[in-house]
């Protein structure tokens, strides 16, 4: 069974520094994704960064970056230059690539950014 | 293009009443499934289904009912609703599982703020 851990219930930053927000997993297979996904107040799922297993380098797009540590099975998110609409619920997620691929989340991290 | 359209946003049953959360999608996609979202517990999945025809259960299935007759619509059926059962629904679709990362993501609906008293 796959299972996700997000051992940050909440989270402050100032604004304009960089955040991390920390993600385990544990599974069994040997292919497998990895996502993040952000949750305003309005609260809709925004799909922000996605990782494969086998992936050589770790996911970059735009702010965020995946700190991808295979061997200790951790998927953090960094992002980098934290602006006030930072400000949200942030869950790490992930997939079985091969199979029915169902979607595991972890309990979230909720981050605010302080002007 | 609308996305995944969930409806109705709000809802306000009492118990032992039944209803259904209607979800479509239009970007022709194989997959779709049910979340709930509880405070603390992330979203957790009920049913999937990855094609017309075909549905499965997920983590926390009992209470809820769903069909797939056609691939735009995906229904979950609450058939005697519970306190319990009190909690926002987001449903999600994506394109055919593939080793390809980028069809992997799930789009989700806006979701469904259900209350039952």
């Known amino acids: 069974a796959q299972k996700i851990t997000q051992t940050q219930p909440g989270m402050f930053v100032q604004e304009k520094e960089a955040v991390t927000l920390d993600c385990t997993y544990d599974?069994?297979?040997?292919?497998?994704?990895l996502f993040w996904y952000k949750q305003p107040s309005s609260g809709e799922m925004i799909f922000l960064i996605y990782?494969?297993?086998?992936?050589?380098q770790n996911a970059t797009e735009g702010r965020y970056s995946l700190n991808f540590q295979k061997a200790r099975k951790s998927a953090n998110l960094v992002i980098s230059a934290s602006q006030l609409g930072d400000s949200a619920m942030y869950f790490c997620?992930?997939?079985?690539?091969?199979?029915?691929?169902?979607?595991?989340f972890g309990q979230g991290t909720r981050l605010t950014i302080n002007p | 293009n609308a996305g995944v359209t969930q409806t109705p946003k709000f809802q306000v049953l009492k118990t032992g009443q039944s209803m259904t959360l209607q979800c479509a999608q239009d970007?022709?996609?194989?997959?779709m499934s049910w979340y709930r979202q509880d405070p603390g517990m992330g979203l957790r999945l009920i049913h999937y289904s990855v094609g017309a025809g075909i549905t499965d259960q997920g983590e926390v299935p009992n209470g809820y009912n769903v069909s797939r007759s056609t691939t735009e619509d995906f229904p979950l059926r609450l058939l005697s609703a519970a306190p319990s059962q009190t909690s926002v629904y987001f449903c999600?679709?994506?394109?055919?599982?593939?080793?390809?990362?980028?069809?992997?993501?799930?789009?989700f609906g806006a979701g469904s703020r259900l209350t039952v008293l």
């Open positions: 990782q494969g297993s086998y992936d050589q």
């Open positions: 599974t069994s297979d040997p292919s497998y994704g």
């Open positions: 999600a679709s994506r394109p055919t599982s593939s080793r390809n990362s980028g069809a992997n993501v799930l789009t």
């Open positions: 970007m022709n996609h194989e997959y």
């Open positions: 997620a992930m997939t079985r690539v091969q199979g029915a691929q169902k979607l595991v």
